[in-house]
């Protein structure tokens, strides 16, 4: 089977670094992506790493160990605006090729305090 | 804007009834993915299609059932429905079937079932 694991919460203020791990298994790995979702609005995509190491988008940094399963999304100089849940996602492979279907983590509630 | 549509945005209805929810897709994306979010749990995945085809199932219940239309747009169908089917309904679409690293999510479709 495959699975996801992420903290349920995490709490940060204004201006500071806040890292969300997630570990996943699964079979036939096809990268990870980060997702952003604000209460009961539509997931938006962040980043995806296909290969291990780091992948920087302005204020977001995600990471991939593959032979650790783990990676992380670092946000950087935090704001209110960050405040948010944070989804992990795998791609797997079906039908013998790679495919978009995602598996999604449980999702990280980021709250972002003054 | 993502530039995916679905409708309705809220829909009531009771238990054992069937309902339709409806997704377009972006313009050129051929691949339409269906998800489901409840409370207690992430986003589900459900099914997947591509250009019309079924190409990929998740946790996707008998009672429920997909197609996509040869205009692209796709309809997810519910039926006998139940307290527990009460959740929020994302559409997603992407460019072709694989290799693509990012999903354009929809508003969602919030079900309520009473």
């Known amino acids: 089977g495959q699975s996801l694991e992420q903290p349920s919460e995490v709490t940060a203020v204004e201006g500071a670094i806040v890292q969300i791990n997630c570990t996943y298994q699964?079979?036939?790995?096809?990268?990870l992506s980060w997702y952003q979702q604000h209460d009961g609005g539509a997931p938006t995509f962040l980043s995806y790493?296909?290969?291990?190491g780091l992948e920087e988008t302005g204020r977001f940094s995600s990471f991939l160990s593959r032979s650790d399963s783990y990676g992380y999304l670092l946000l950087q100089e935090l704001q209110m605006k960050d405040s948010a849940s944070y989804f992990c996602?795998?791609?797997?492979?079906?039908?013998?090729?790679?495919?978009?279907?995602?598996?999604f983590g449980t999702g990280t509630l980021l709250a972002v305090q003054p | 804007d993502s530039g995916v549509t679905q409708t309705p945005k809220h829909l009531i209805t009771a238990t054992g009834q069937r309902v339709t929810l409806r997704c377009s897709p972006r313009?050129?994306?051929?691949?339409v993915y269906w998800y489901q979010q409840s409370l207690d749990q992430g986003l589900q995945f459900l099914i997947q299609?591509?250009?019309?085809?079924?190409?990929a199932k998740g946790n996707i219940l008998e009672r429920f059932s997909a197609q996509q239309f040869p205009d692209l747009h796709s309809e997810l169908n519910l039926s006998s429905l139940e307290l527990g089917d009460s959740a929020l309904y994302f559409c997603?679409?992407?460019?072709?079937?694989?290799?693509?690293?990012?999903?354009?999510f929809g508003p969602g479709t919030r079900l309520t079932v009473l």
């Open positions: 299609y591509y250009n019309g085809e079924e190409r």
């Open positions: 790493n296909g290969l291990d």
């Open positions: 313009s050129g994306d051929l691949s």
């Open positions: 699964t079979s036939g790995f096809y990268g």
């Open positions: 996602a795998v791609r797997s492979r079906v039908y013998g090729g790679a495919t978009n279907k995602l598996i």
């Open positions: 997603a679409s992407s460019p072709g079937e694989g290799n693509y690293n990012e999903q354009f």
